[in-house]
């Protein structure tokens, strides 16, 4: 998942880094001015000063900011960790708050071991290149760790395709196939559809007039509906995104499963109140 930085933003970096050396710099420009202290006076307002003023502090700004322009970076990394740290907060709380839905939902799809110590979130869509190239991890820790449960929650956020893909997966649950579809829709060459999904399923060994029944239930357009006023809440709008326990990973980064299991060895370590 990449992040793209805008002029605005970059700006809001130049006027931040301009106030904070305001700050410091002008008690030192005052103070080379050789003006008698005011006994207890306190901090002259920035209207106080003179045009003249205000014209040398701005000059002095400039050429420190121009000399020393790794300073926009320091802003920048520090605003980047304290807006991650917010926003870690608001996550923590809202899982707690949604713990049920996430984590002890009858209708969401599980896969590994039901009664697992630790679960695993996968929040995904079958057109997502990043949920494709992660899905061989997700595979291999189901198969590496036999305490784990997986649940997955289906986000089809690309197109409608993903959508058709998203209903038939849901109705292959409702006959106990859902990983013998997942595991291979996930890893469809092509373009995820009903067409391809429908399929899958047939060689899966669904029962096909069954399933093209459900594809249509109410069951099913609720189970998506849910999950996706569930992602908004949480301010999930990227796929694919995992949570361990209250921990989260967004997108399917190259260290995926080392991620994953070194969270799941945090969890079973600290515990997790709400999971």
Same mark, same amino acid.
């Given at each position: 998942?990449? &992040? =793209?930085?805008?002029?605005?933003?970059?700006?809001?970096?130049?006027?931040?880094?301009?106030?904070?050396?305001? !700050?410091?710099?002008?008690?030192?420009?005052?103070?080379?001015?050789?003006?008698?202290?005011?006994?207890?006076?306190?901090?002259?307002? #920035?209207?106080?000063?003179?045009?003249?003023?205000?014209? *040398?502090?701005?000059?002095? $700004?400039? @050429?420190?900011?121009?000399?020393?322009?790794?300073?926009?970076?320091? /802003?920048?990394?520090?605003?980047?960790?304290?807006? *991650?740290? !917010?926003?870690?907060?608001?996550?923590?709380?809202?899982?707690?708050?949604?713990?049920?839905?996430?984590?002890?939902?009858?209708?969401?799809?599980?896969?590994?071991?039901?009664?697992?110590?630790?679960?695993?979130?996968?929040?995904?869509?079958?057109?997502?290149?990043?949920?494709?190239?992660?899905?061989? @991890?997700?595979?291999?820790?189901?198969?590496?760790?036999?305490?784990?449960?997986? !649940?997955?929650? *289906?986000?089809?956020?690309?197109?409608?395709?993903? *959508?058709?893909?998203?209903? !038939?997966?849901?109705?292959?649950? +409702?006959?106990?196939?859902?990983?013998?579809? =997942?595991?291979?829709? $996930?890893?469809?060459?092509?373009?995820?559809?009903?067409?391809? #999904?429908?399929? $899958?399923?047939?060689?899966? %060994?669904?029962? +096909?007039?069954?399933?093209?029944?459900?594809?249509?239930?109410?069951?099913?357009?609720?189970? /998506?509906?849910?999950?996706?006023?569930?992602?908004?809440?949480?301010?999930?709008?990227?796929?694919? =995104?995992?949570?361990? %326990? @209250?921990?989260?990973?967004?997108?399917?980064?190259? @260290?995926?499963? %080392?991620?994953?299991?070194?969270?799941?060895?945090?969890?079973?370590?600290?515990?997790?109140? &709400?999971?």
């Amino acid at each position: 998942m990449t &992040s =793209h930085r805008s002029p605005r933003l970059a700006a809001a970096f130049a006027s931040a880094a301009l106030a904070v050396f305001a !700050v410091a710099a002008v008690p030192g420009y005052l103070k080379a001015q050789d003006k008698p202290a005011q006994p207890a006076a306190a901090a002259a307002p #920035a209207s106080s000063f003179s045009a003249e003023q205000k014209s *040398e502090i701005q000059r002095i $700004i400039k @050429d420190y900011l121009i000399a020393n322009p790794e300073v926009f970076l320091e /802003i920048q990394a520090a605003l980047e960790t304290k807006m *991650e740290q !917010v926003q870690a907060e608001k996550l923590k709380s809202a899982l707690a708050a949604h713990a049920d839905q996430l984590y002890r939902d009858p209708d969401a799809p599980v896969a590994g071991n039901p009664k697992g110590d630790v679960t695993v979130v996968e929040f995904f869509d079958y057109n997502c290149g990043y949920c494709k190239r992660g899905f061989s @991890d997700v595979a291999q820790l189901i198969k590496d760790d036999a305490k784990v449960k997986v !649940v997955f929650r *289906e986000l089809p956020i690309l197109s409608k395709g993903s *959508e058709e893909a998203a209903q !038939v997966a849901l109705a292959a649950r +409702m006959q106990g196939k859902y990983w013998e579809f =997942h595991s291979v829709m $996930i890893q469809h060459k092509g373009q995820a559809d009903m067409a391809s #999904a429908l399929k $899958i399923a047939e060689k899966a %060994g669904l029962d +096909m007039n069954r399933l093209k029944a459900d594809v249509k239930s109410e069951a099913v357009t609720n189970e /998506i509906k849910k999950v996706r006023e569930l992602a908004q809440t949480l301010g999930i709008n990227g796929t694919p =995104h995992f949570l361990v %326990g @209250d921990r989260s990973i967004p997108g399917a980064p190259q @260290d995926l499963l %080392g991620q994953l299991k070194s969270d799941i060895a945090e969890v079973r370590k600290s515990g997790c109140i &709400s999971c």
